[in-house]
Protein backbone atom coordinates (compact mmCIF):
# COMPACT_ATOMS: atom_id res chain seq x y z
CA UNK A 1 0.00 0.00 0.00
CA UNK A 2 1.33 4.04 -1.21
CA UNK A 3 1.26 6.32 1.40
CA UNK A 4 1.17 9.74 0.61
CA UNK A 5 4.08 10.98 3.01
CA UNK A 6 7.58 9.70 2.94
CA UNK A 7 8.34 6.80 5.79
CA UNK A 8 5.00 6.69 6.83
CA UNK A 9 4.01 5.86 10.53
CA UNK A 10 3.02 1.94 11.27
CA UNK A 11 -0.22 1.27 12.97
CA UNK A 12 -1.09 -2.37 13.28
CA UNK A 13 1.49 -3.09 10.88
CA UNK A 14 -0.21 -0.90 8.39
CA UNK A 15 0.50 2.51 7.16
CA UNK A 16 -1.56 5.19 8.91
CA UNK A 17 -3.05 8.18 6.59
CA UNK A 18 -5.27 10.93 7.32
CA UNK A 19 -8.06 8.75 6.82
CA UNK A 20 -7.38 6.62 9.82
CA UNK A 21 -7.71 9.68 12.55
CA UNK A 22 -11.02 9.27 12.74
CA UNK A 23 -11.84 10.84 16.19
CA UNK A 24 -8.62 10.51 17.81
CA UNK A 25 -7.20 13.42 19.54
CA UNK A 26 -3.48 12.13 19.70
CA UNK A 27 -0.97 8.92 18.99
CA UNK A 28 1.60 7.65 21.54
CA UNK A 29 4.55 6.19 19.19
CA UNK A 30 8.11 4.41 19.25
CA UNK A 31 10.72 5.59 16.83
CA UNK A 32 13.56 3.58 16.27
CA UNK A 33 17.09 4.32 14.66
CA UNK A 34 17.48 1.08 12.37
CA UNK A 35 21.76 1.57 12.57
CA UNK A 36 22.02 0.80 16.40
CA UNK A 37 18.35 -0.49 17.66
CA UNK A 38 18.59 2.66 20.16
CA UNK A 39 14.64 4.03 20.64
CA UNK A 40 12.33 7.07 21.50
CA UNK A 41 8.72 6.82 22.85
CA UNK A 42 6.78 9.69 22.80
CA UNK A 43 3.34 11.21 21.88
CA UNK A 44 1.80 13.56 18.94
CA UNK A 45 -1.53 15.35 19.09
CA UNK A 46 -3.34 14.79 15.29
CA UNK A 47 -4.98 18.37 15.17
CA UNK A 48 -3.35 21.91 15.75
CA UNK A 49 -5.60 24.97 17.05
CA UNK A 50 -4.46 28.46 16.18
CA UNK A 51 -5.84 31.84 16.01
CA UNK A 52 -5.44 33.63 12.84
CA UNK A 53 -4.49 37.04 12.24
CA UNK A 54 -7.45 39.34 12.56
CA UNK A 55 -9.71 36.79 14.17
CA UNK A 56 -10.81 36.00 17.25
CA UNK A 57 -11.51 32.47 17.53
CA UNK A 58 -9.51 29.30 17.35
CA UNK A 59 -9.17 27.52 14.04
CA UNK A 60 -8.45 23.24 13.80
CA UNK A 61 -6.37 22.04 11.80
CA UNK A 62 -4.66 18.47 10.91
CA UNK A 63 -0.98 18.86 12.49
CA UNK A 64 2.12 18.41 10.88
CA UNK A 65 2.24 14.66 12.30
CA UNK A 66 3.25 12.75 8.95
CA UNK A 67 6.55 14.41 9.23
CA UNK A 68 6.79 14.51 12.80
CA UNK A 69 10.46 12.79 14.47
CA UNK A 70 10.02 13.63 17.83
CA UNK A 71 11.31 16.42 20.05
CA UNK A 72 14.59 15.11 21.65
CA UNK A 73 17.61 17.33 20.52
CA UNK A 74 20.17 13.48 20.18
CA UNK A 75 17.51 12.02 18.38
CA UNK A 76 16.83 14.96 15.89
CA UNK A 77 20.36 15.26 15.34
CA UNK A 78 21.07 11.42 14.31
CA UNK A 79 18.02 11.92 12.09
CA UNK A 80 20.17 14.62 10.26
CA UNK A 81 22.83 12.50 9.87
CA UNK A 82 21.45 9.32 9.41
CA UNK A 83 18.24 10.09 7.17
CA UNK A 84 14.85 9.55 7.71
CA UNK A 85 15.26 6.30 6.34
CA UNK A 86 17.18 5.49 9.14
CA UNK A 87 14.33 5.34 11.56
CA UNK A 88 11.27 3.60 11.58
CA UNK A 89 8.18 4.71 13.01
CA UNK A 90 5.28 2.97 14.86
CA UNK A 91 2.28 3.99 16.60
CA UNK A 92 1.50 2.60 19.74
CA UNK A 93 -1.63 3.56 20.94
CA UNK A 94 -4.33 6.03 19.12
CA UNK A 95 -6.46 8.09 22.38
CA UNK A 96 -9.42 10.13 22.16
CA UNK A 97 -8.60 13.08 24.27
CA UNK A 98 -5.38 15.15 25.19
CA UNK A 99 -5.38 13.79 28.91
CA UNK A 100 -5.50 10.35 27.27
CA UNK A 101 -2.89 10.44 24.81
CA UNK A 102 -0.61 12.58 27.76
CA UNK A 103 -1.54 9.76 30.12
CA UNK A 104 -0.83 6.75 27.34
CA UNK A 105 2.90 8.27 26.80
CA UNK A 106 3.83 8.22 30.31
CA UNK A 107 2.41 5.23 30.78
CA UNK A 108 4.40 3.60 27.88
CA UNK A 109 7.62 5.75 29.07
CA UNK A 110 7.66 3.65 32.67
CA UNK A 111 6.44 0.34 31.51
CA UNK A 112 9.78 0.36 29.09
CA UNK A 113 12.16 1.38 31.39
CA UNK A 114 13.36 3.99 29.38
CA UNK A 115 15.46 5.30 32.10
CA UNK A 116 17.10 2.42 32.96
CA UNK A 117 17.38 -0.13 29.96
CA UNK A 118 20.50 -0.63 28.59
CA UNK A 119 21.74 -1.80 24.72
CA UNK A 120 23.99 -4.77 24.68
CA UNK A 121 27.13 -1.99 24.47
CA UNK A 122 26.19 -0.59 27.72
CA UNK A 123 24.74 2.51 26.41
CA UNK A 124 21.40 3.57 27.24
CA UNK A 125 18.82 1.88 25.09
CA UNK A 126 16.22 5.52 24.47
CA UNK A 127 17.14 8.28 23.71
CA UNK A 128 14.20 9.77 26.16
CA UNK A 129 16.67 11.63 29.02
CA UNK A 130 13.44 12.08 31.12
CA UNK A 131 9.69 11.22 32.27
CA UNK A 132 7.78 14.34 33.20
CA UNK A 133 10.64 16.58 33.54
CA UNK A 134 10.72 14.76 37.10
CA UNK A 135 12.28 11.87 36.53
CA UNK A 136 15.89 11.64 35.52
CA UNK A 137 18.06 8.85 33.59
CA UNK A 138 21.09 10.66 35.88
CA UNK A 139 19.25 9.60 38.79
CA UNK A 140 18.62 6.25 37.79
CA UNK A 141 20.90 4.37 35.09
CA UNK A 142 23.61 2.59 35.84
CA UNK A 143 26.17 3.01 32.85
CA UNK A 144 27.75 -0.46 32.33
CA UNK A 145 31.01 0.76 30.43
Known sequence: MDCDYFNPWYYEEKPFE????EDNYGFVYLIINKTNHKK????????????????KRKVKSESDW????????????????????NFSRTIL?????????NFGETSQLF???????????????????????????????????
Open 18 to 21: SDNI
Open 40 to 55: YIGRKYFWQFRTPRGK
Open 66 to 85: KNYYGSCPELKEDIDKLGRE
Open 93 to 101: SLHKTKGKT
Open 111 to 145: KNDVLTESLDNGEPAFYNGNILGRFYRKDYYEYNN
